[in-house]
């Protein structure tokens, strides 16, 4: 599984963790190895959107994070 991550507030970094840039996705060999890391790293509050559709043109899961979230 691949995923790219983009952060509504357009930050590069979350509490030191730096996002990888969005022409650089990051494998996971299942869900349960990207739960296991996303905790591992503090991801913020995020949202899966579906690859190849109008939110997402890439042919990867976006992994959009909400670090802003009130």
């Known amino acids: 599984m ?7 507030d357009d930050n ?11 022409t ?6 299942s ?3 990207f ?3 996303s ?6 509050r995020h949202t899966f959107v579906p690859p190849n559709g109008e939110q997402n043109r890439t042919p ?3 992994v959009f994070c909400e670090s802003g979230y009130d």
């Open 39 to 44: 905790v591992e790293v503090g991801l913020p």
């Open 2 to 8: 691949k995923f790219v991550f983009y952060d509504r």
């Open 60 to 62: 990867y899961w976006l």
């Open 24 to 29: 650089n996705p990051v494998e996971f060999s």
């Open 12 to 22: 590069k970094t979350y509490e030191g963790w730096k996002y990888p840039p969005q």
């Open 31 to 33: 869900l349960e190895e």
């Open 35 to 37: 739960v296991e890391w």
